[in-house]
């Protein structure tokens, strides 16, 4: 079977950025084209698990502040309203497309916790068995770490989510979906020559040099949570992919390992 029609189990991560627009509002078209082709991905016999940033992004819209909240009692309220209008958006989006969603919402407890990290691997593959695609993030109404910075955490963005829901489920790639076309030698934000690196096959300290922080002030995060997410992931035998959520066309490329965005390459496993 060549690589086109293998079947592969994929976690994608999505960022606030990718969701959301500069001035706050929900990026509805670019929510819409993600379940798209999340769903036909789906129907071309893939896995999925779509692990999605944007709570806070989404309920700060919709609450019609003009900033994120500072204090952290009101970015858990933002979460806990964005949560709902977000997943309420994706079971519109997905159910167009004949595909059912559920919502997995993580701390750092539950996947430290080998009894918990026990169940929730079963519900994983329960869901997936049932034709599901689950959608995950940190469970930030409940969890001051996972918002904060400056704390010992495990979690702390969805970047690390991520690549521990990837180890978790046993997934083959883990693709995060960014507002940069991957990882550049410096950030373009800052350098406009930056260049874009497409392979990495270790995590080097001159690798985790070039990452810089968030480049909107939607993000968490930046680079330097990618690259930790991408060694974790390796470390599992999983590739991780960094590719612009603008274009989701180009999933199906990644999906079925062409050359785009950066690929942080696994030791292979057979
Ligand atoms: N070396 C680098 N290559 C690419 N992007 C970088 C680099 N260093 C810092 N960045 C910044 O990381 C940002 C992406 O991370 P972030 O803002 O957290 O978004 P997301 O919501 O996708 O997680 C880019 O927009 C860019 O400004
Ligand atoms: N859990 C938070 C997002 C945390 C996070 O990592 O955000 P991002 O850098 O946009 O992927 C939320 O849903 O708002």
Redesign the pocket.
Known sequence: MDEQHQTRRVVVKV???TLTRSTGSLNLYSMERLSRTLSDLKGMGHEIILVS?????IGTGKLGLKERPAELRMKQAA?AI?QCEMMHLYDKFFGEYNQNVAQILLTGDDVEDPIRAAHLSSTFSALLELGCIPIV??N?SVSSA??ETGHAKVLG???TLSAIVAGLCKADLLILLSDIDGLYDSDPHQNPDAKLIHRVEAITPEIQALAGG?GSK????GMVTKITAAQRAMSHGIDMVIANGSRMEDLYGIVAGEDIGTRFCAPRRD
């Open positions: 960022g606030t950025s940033s944007g709570a806070i992004g979460a964005g993030n940190e930030d996972e918002i963005d969805n970047d968030k939607w993000g968490t995060g």
